[in-house]
């Protein structure tokens, strides 16, 4: 694995993790920094091993590690016809303080049929906000699913990301369907969504649902 930065996080709103779309984020700015390839039609797989609470040390590999250690806190994958590029976020305990920032979402409830599935619509004028928008509609799915209940809802991967979406648009409507619910050893929920972003894209969308939920 080869080290080529370091990243310089803020968290946001009054969580006490770095968000999911800061990562992605991070990556789109940076994608032919870590890839070394300038195309369009990159698709991009990413799984959250913990929570990240601190920056981090970024390093990529052609080939993905074999064992994931304690300090590989993200792999993220980005895909296209060239090949593969597997990229780490590791825990750097030397590295800048999280810095702190609001954030804003744009992002209207059409329908929940429960189950955690329904329909929204998102507002986005860059990439970026299409992707924060995009996890945040999924979150609040959750949310109405189980209706006063406490719960934490932690996106723990993502998979079919594009990379170049255009998404300047004013609306644009997604349609979310669960595809898969179990409840783990720790009384947690693990649910998988399944996203319809446009007429040929699915993404796929993993989240933990923490606290009371059945």
Known sequence: MKIVSNTNFNLLGDRNYVNSFSIIEYIYLNHTKLSGWDIEDMLLDIKFYKLITCNCVVGVSNEPVKNISEEILCEAVISCEIGKCFIYFKKNASGK??????????????????????????????????????????????????????????????????????????????????????????????????????RTIDVHIGFNIIGETL
Request: proline share 1%.
């Open 97 to 198: 303080k999280l810095g702190q920032a609001n954030i804003n979402y744009n992002v209207m409830e059409i329908e929940v049929y429960g189950n955690y599935s329904g329909n929204y619509k998102i507002r986005s004028d860059s990439y970026g906000q299409f992707v924060k928008n995009l996890i945040e509609a999924n979150k609040r799915v959750h949310l109405q699913s189980n209706i006063g209940k406490s719960l934490k809802v932690i996106n723990m991967y993502m998979r079919n990301i594009p990379l170049f979406l255009d998404q300047n648009i004013e609306w644009s409507e997604l349609q979310i369907k669960n595809i898969g619910l179990r409840k783990l050893s720790d009384g947690s929920i693990s649910t998988l969504n399944k996203v319809r972003v446009s």
